[in-house]
């Protein structure tokens, strides 16, 4: 059997375990999926008529078609904590360990779980874009090329940010330590455009809001889903997804073939 066909059939394999250990065990995928959905029922039914007096008044339905691209961009921040504990669990666990000593393509432990939490970062998404369905967003102007921008643009920060989730769960110690490593993935999207116009924040603090690596890719989305004005910002979010992507893979390899002490 060629290397290719080893490669692909242990990738395979290792994609199908983790799937079903996230069937089994689902409660992780739940509690992470109510973060995003409770902060979009919140911002619409709560904040939703005060903050929508600063993207041009247009009440609370404006507001949805806002925030909703946002949150879904959050959602992928947070459902690949789950990558993160579940790999610092593997991991402190040594099932790892026992995976290195297998007679199995290496790099298909690490394949497998990132193409896993990959579908299980779309599957919460689209889930979570039901939600902003159910509660009025509606999406203006986009066709069919704008839909598959859309989910490229969906599919590949959920690719980088799983690699990003998978290092931090290798280099972590327990669970608790990988899922508090993780917690940035939540907040960056906090302050960013998802809940206000960069231009309502204070002078000082745009510049970072502005250029960290989820502000681009929601208002890419934005644009795509409601026909706003992209920009730079197409480019700007394939670049950091792409550093980001290749970051989070060098992170997870080299740890994954250094030596267990």
């Not at 739940?30 to 979009?40: G, Y």
């Not at 490229?152 to 690719?159: E, I, T």
């Not at 116009?197 to 250029?211: E, H, T, V």
């Amino acid at each position: 059997m060629s290397t290719l066909s080893l490669a692909v059939r242990d990738s395979a394999t290792m994609l199908r375990r983790n799937l079903l250990h996230a069937r089994r065990y689902p409660s992780l995928t739940l509690n992470l999926l109510l973060t995003p959905i409770m902060l979009l029922l919140l911002f619409v039914y709560i904040f939703g008529g005060a903050m929508s007096g600063g993207i041009g008044g247009g009440g609370r339905s404006e507001y949805i078609a806002y925030i909703v691209p946002g949150i879904l961009l959050m959602t992928v921040g947070s459902t690949v904590i789950g990558a993160a504990v579940s790999v610092a669990t593997d991991m402190n666990e040594g099932i790892i360990a026992r995976f290195r000593t297998m007679a199995i393509h290496r790099g298909s432990v690490l394949i497998g779980r990132v193409i896993g939490s990959v579908l299980q970062t779309v599957a919460s998404v689209v889930l979570v874009g039901a939600v902003g369905v159910a509660i009025g967003f509606r999406s203006t102007g986009a066709g069919v090329l704008e839909w598959f921008a859309a989910f490229g643009l969906v599919a590949l920060y959920a690719l980088a940010l799983t690699w990003i989730a998978v290092g931090m769960g290798m280099a972590s110690p327990n669970a608790e330590a990988a899922s508090n490593s993780a917690t940035p993935l939540i907040l960056l999207p906090l302050i960013s455009s998802a809940f206000t116009p960069i231009d309502s924040m204070p002078g000082w603090f745009q510049p970072i809001a502005q250029y960290q690596p989820f502000t681009p890719a929601i208002e890419t989305l934005r644009g795509l889903l409601l026909g706003t004005e992209i920009g730079y910002n197409g480019w700007l979010a394939v670049a950091w997804s792409l550093g980001l992507a290749a970051l989070g893979y060098r992170w997870s390899t080299a740890s994954f073939k250094r030596d267990p002490k």
